[in-house]
């Protein structure tokens, strides 16, 4: 299955809901600021603000190129001053899509985004560290672990530590 990003839209909220099964789902996909409660109001409110500032927030969705179904999404903060941006809330959300290869396919596109399009010269993103087939995918598509934040996530009583990782444009340019 190949992939392609579209402007995300007001439209795909319910969907995006609807695949948030739960709290520890949803903090896994999307971090810590999103929460079950609020999350169509604010999925509204990052649209906004992205639609309003282009230049520091684009959000996608992952449409299936062949029937324009809609089974994901992505964010990307651009910081100009800097020449990078942080890739965040990758999510395929349809459980039939998980593990083919997607996951990569959105990373590679964001990073075209943010090297060819944008100029930019560095993307970081931050994974859970149990969250092995993300970090491998991220490995694959040419990011470097930057350190761990130990415990820096609380859920249900539980600490998580958070992997920060970044690619370089002269690193992507070399893949």
């Known amino acids: 299955m190949k992939i392609k990003l579209r402007n995300f ?11 948030s099964k739960n709290e520890e789902f949803l903090l896994i996909w999307a971090g810590p600021l999103y929460k079950m409660d609020s999350l169509k109001d604010q999925l509204k409110n990052d649209l906004e603000y992205a639609s309003t500032h282009p230049e520091r927030l ?5 449409i299936d190129s062949d029937n324009s179904d809609l089974i994901g999404h992505c964010q990307l903060t651009i910081d100009q001053s800097n020449e990078s941006a942080h890739i965040s809330r990758i999510l395929v959300g349809n459980e039939n899509f998980r593990g083919k290869g997607i996951g990569r396919q959105i990373i590679t596109n964001l990073l075209e985004i943010t090297f060819l399009k944008l100029n930019l ?16 995918c991220y490995k694959k598509a040419g990011f470097k672990k930057e350190g761990l934040l130990r415990e820096n996530t609380k859920f249900k009583g539980a600490f998580w ?8 444009k002269s690193e992507y340019q070399n893949l």
């Open 9 to 19: 839209s007001e439209l795909d909220i319910e969907q995006i809901y609807s695949w």
């Open 58 to 62: 684009k959000i996608f969705s992952v």
């Open 121 to 136: 010269n560095r993307v970081t993103l931050n994974v859970y560290d149990f969250n092995v087939t993300a970090i491998d």
């Open 161 to 168: 530590s958070t992997i920060p990782m970044a690619i370089l």
